[in-house]
C-alpha cells in the first residue's frame, strides 16, 4: 500500500475514538492523589493529549489549569468538544506542539502528565528533555509499556523486539528515573479494564471498517494487524501491561 494511503487508513482507524492508549478514570485518580506537595492551582502540561479523555478526568482532579499538547490538530478539536461539553472552557488550553521540542519558559508547569505518550520520545529522554519545564520539586508522570514477567514465551519476546525493542521492565524503568534526577514516588500496574477502555471501541472500529473495505485485501491487511495487537493482548496480558510511574524533581 503506498505511503499516502496508509496514513489515511491508520488516522480512519485512531479517528473518533475515546482515547487514544489504555487508560481510565480510576487509574489517572489513583496516580494524581499520589502527588502530596501542589499548590491549590496547580499548572499542568498534559503531553501527547490525544483526544483529551485524561485531559478532562484531570480537570476533574484539580482546580489548576491544563495545557493540553498533542502534534495531530483533530485531536486537539476532539478535545475542544469534550472542553465545551464539560464546561471547562477557562481552565483548559488544547495547544499544537512537539514534544520532543518544547519551546515553553522554563520551570512553569507544577505537573507534567504523560499518559501512554512518553514512548514517543522515548522514556530516559523524555525524564531528561522535560526536566528544565518543571519547577522545582515538580512531578513527572507517565505510564507506559513495561515487561511484568521474564518468563514471556517467544512469541511474545519477537513480537515486541518488532513492536517496542525498547520496552523495559518495572526496575529498568525505576533505574532510568533515578539516573535522570528524579525521585520514585510510587507506581502502579493498570489493570486490564484501563486497555479495554482503549481497545473495545478500536474493536468496533476495525469490524466496522471490515465491512467497509470488504474485498480489498490490502486495506484488510492492515485491518488484522490492529486487530492482531488487540488478540495478543488477550492472549498474553499477564506477560506485559502499563505501568503508571509517579515521580518528583529532586
Ligand atoms: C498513544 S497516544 C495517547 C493519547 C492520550 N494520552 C490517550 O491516552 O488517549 C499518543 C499521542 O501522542 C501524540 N503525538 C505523537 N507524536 C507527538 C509529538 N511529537 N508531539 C506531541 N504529540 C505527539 C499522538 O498524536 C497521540 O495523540
Known sequence: MEEQKMWELFWEIHSGNPREGPGEYQSTKRAFEMLKDLPPKPRI???GCGPGMQTIDLSCLTDGT???MDNHPQFLDDLSKKIEESGQIDRITPFLGDMCNLHFEEGIFDIIWAEGSIYIIGFEKG???WRPFLKDRGYLVASELTWLRADAPEEVKEYFIKEYPGMLDIEGNLRIIQGT???HIGHFVLPESAWWCYYSPLEEKISQLRLKYEGIP???AVLEDHQREIDFFRRYSEYYGFVFYVTQLD
Open 45 to 47: 502540561l498534559d503531553m
Open 181 to 183: 534526577g528524579y525521585r
Open 218 to 220: 490490502e486495506t484488510l
Open 66 to 68: 491544563i495545557m493540553a
Open 127 to 129: 525524564f531528561l528533555q
